[in-house]
């Protein structure tokens, strides 16, 4: 079952309905963030990433792939290797059996982690093992490619591809890490299984390596704008980050986008989503008027201007439908008053421009970010209130609901390990908790009538499809989380 | 039938994206005059555990991972029996494609997806000739050769 994702981005996802599943899917997901975060091949990895997601860059979205595939086999092992060390460290006792259960997984065999297991049987302190497996990855991912490339290594992923197959083998990093597992067997046989430096590695894996420094990072970068140029790629996220780096050097989690301290951030970085779908899903033909005859508990709309994507659920059966549309035809379907309306938006003031009259009535607006960047985006949207209520979705997942202007609500669903920082907020008085009165569930800011609960309610199941079905009043109530 | 099987084969892993080194490293060793099916089935093992991933992340499951073991040991079966045993003529599409629905159904699989990964283990197959790749079935997972 998929429990996590990372895809060379700046958030991982945990699958909202394992949030509170096993840790280890944490660390596995957030070992990834590290190592593109910390080298330069994973640096250069996400950038391309990045890039490709801008308007016209798609033609990069194939070079990202092959960057992503270069360094598979070295992500998943390094992942691999953080969650069996955390094992070992946190549960000595249940080593043995979570190691055997993990030679029985998909990836053990995938990425032919057996050629690995020497590492993980080495006596040493576990605090020294740790380290010696961050400096065998960091090793593997630490080069600076763009030493190597020619601008016309980056016109299309079949030319990527052939450089790495052939002059730029040494920039390939499962081939790289195929190399270091080598020289640490041979290191090994030869009596030396302690205090292997990076020399060492480099030496008997006769591999290059960057060093992790301002000015590796900042020339990195600069031969890769240039190259970029070339190309006619982008090169603006280039810039900026070379300004970054010149103006504030570099840090342990190198950032590319803030600042803040790094273990913020990597809590922060941890957002629950749905990515198991459990709902039916059908796609409907173009005709506005069959949503009548669905029972649709909430509507999410894609805004695109004058083009929309319905995605409609019905939370009671668990069934999700979905509709490509225009403004006009959404604009005369018959919308029932019980249907919560979420948007997905690029501009906001469109969205409350258009749609705020069509509808007249409360508009949700999901937002999938970080909690802190969600905090800075609804500040302008709401007065100064900023009423606020949490709902708990299980023991590691939580929905934050904001009141904005106009009875619009800002809603997002963040891990638990970030309660803490709202919770922060709320007391140095940026929020305002509400409080739901017991018997009716009205707490006069977001719900004000008998019903308005069961809005919320559809659109937490929508949200994360944990379950379907008609939910208790007191179930919701039992799920508001106080102070 | 091997230029045949090769083309259907590369056309399913592109369908499915696989990881482009695997893909090229695949091709290198079907093209290699002297064939390996160990560095081959390592190949396959890795294409068959991502393709069903990518076809159902609901579904997968220990049997994901000895998939390509379950068809193998089906093929085997087959070719080796009194009846078939030295016929190549036999090892057609239809034949494929009854094992394939047969496991795909036996462990609730994607049929599609199950008869590319027979594919893959059809060209080995044939890249290895079907008696020297029944004697190498048996002599991995130590089958007593059939009399």
Redesign the interface.
């Known amino acids: 079952?998929?429990q996590g994702t990372y895809d060379f981005d700046d958030i991982v996802k945990i699958d909202c309905n394992n949030a509170y599943g096993e840790i280890n899917v944490y660390v596995h997901e957030m070992a990834h963030w590290g190592l593109a975060k910390n080298t330069l091949f994973g640096i250069l990895s996400f950038l391309v990433k990045q890039i490709s997601e801008e308007p016209g860059m798609g033609k990069l979205y194939e070079i990202g792939?092959?960057l992503h595939?270069?360094s598979?086999r070295t992500n998943e092992c390094y992942a691999m290797c953080s969650e069996l060390i955390f094992a070992e460290s946190q549960r000595p006792d249940l080593y043995d059996g979570f190691y055997g259960k993990f030679r029985?997984?998909?990836y053990y065999?995938?990425y032919?982690f057996q050629e690995l297991d020497f590492l993980m049987s080495l006596n040493m302190d576990i605090a020294e093992k740790s380290n010696l497996i961050d400096r065998i990855f960091t090793l593997a991912m630490n080069i600076d490619i763009t030493k190597y490339t020619e601008a016309s290594c980056w016109s299309s992923?079949e030319n990527l591809?052939h450089f790495?197959?052939s002059e730029g083998k040494g920039c390939?990093p499962?081939f790289r890490l195929e190399k270091i597992l080598q020289a640490l067997k041979g290191l090994m046989l030869s009596g030396k299984d302690v205090d292997i430096s990076d020399e060492d590695i480099i030496a008997h894996g006769n591999i290059m390596q960057d060093e992790w420094s301002t000015d590796n990072v900042v020339s990195f970068l600069e031969n890769l704008m240039e190259q970029f140029r070339q190309n006619s790629f982008s090169t603006g996220l280039l810039e900026r980050n070379v300004e970054n780096l010149l103006k504030n050097g570099i840090q342990l989690g190198y950032n590319l986008k803030r600042k803040d301290n790094f273990e913020r951030q990597f809590h922060e970085a941890i957002l629950p989503d749905c990515?198991?779908q459990k709902y039916v899903f059908e796609a409907l033909e173009s005709d506005i008027e069959l949503i009548e005859q669905k029972n649709i508990s909430v509507a999410t709309i894609y805004d695109y201007g004058e083009d929309t994507l319905l995605e409609l659920t019905d939370t009671l059966q668990g069934k999700m439908y979905s509709m490509v549309s225009n403004r006009k035809d959404v604009s005369n379907g018959q919308w029932s008053d019980k249907c919560g309306m979420v948007f997905y938006f690029d501009d906001i003031n469109s969205v409350k421009g258009y749609w705020k009259k069509v509808f007249r009535r409360r508009l949700f607006y999901q937002l999938k970010n970080r909690y802190s960047e969600f905090k800075s985006y609804i500040e302008p949207y709401c007065t100064s209130s900023k009423h606020i209520f949490l709902y708990r979705l299980n023991h590691g997942a939580f929905f934050v609901f904001v009141m904005g202007k106009d009875d619009d609500v800002f809603f997002t669903c963040q891990s638990m390990i970030n309660l803490d920082y709202v919770r922060e907020d709320i007391e140095a008085g940026f929020y305002k908790m509400v409080e739901f009165e017991d018997t009716d569930c009205i707490d006069g800011i977001f719900c004000r009538n008998i019903d308005d609960w069961k809005i919320f309610y559809n659109i937490v199941l929508y949200a994360s499809q944990v379950k379907c079905g008609m939910g208790s009043k007191q179930e919701f109530l039992d799920n508001i989380m106080t102070y | 039938m091997e230029k045949e099987l090769m083309a259907e084969c590369a056309i399913f892993l592109e369908k499915y994206n696989v990881n482009v080194f695997k893909l090229n490293e695949w091709r290198q060793v079907v093209r290699n005059e002297t064939f390996s099916e160990d560095a081959y089935m390592e190949i396959v093992d890795y294409f068959a555990i991502d393709v069903l991933r990518q076809g159902n992340s609901f579904a997968s499951s220990k049997s994901d991972i000895k998939i390509t073991y379950f068809l193998g040991n089906e093929l085997y079966q087959f070719l080796s029996s009194e009846k078939n045993r030295g016929k190549a003529e036999i090892l057609t599409s239809s034949l494929i494609s009854t094992i394939a629905t047969d496991m795909a159904n036996m462990y609730n699989m994607d049929v599609f997806i199950v008869t590319g990964i027979t594919n893959l283990i059809v060209l080995g197959i044939v890249k290895m000739g079907i008696n020297a790749w029944c004697r190498y079935f048996e002599e991995k997972y130590e089958k007593e050769p059939k009399k």
């Open positions: 079952m998929l792939k092959v595939d270069a598979e029985e997984q998909q065999l995938q032919q992923a591809l790495f197959l390939y499962d990515l198991t």
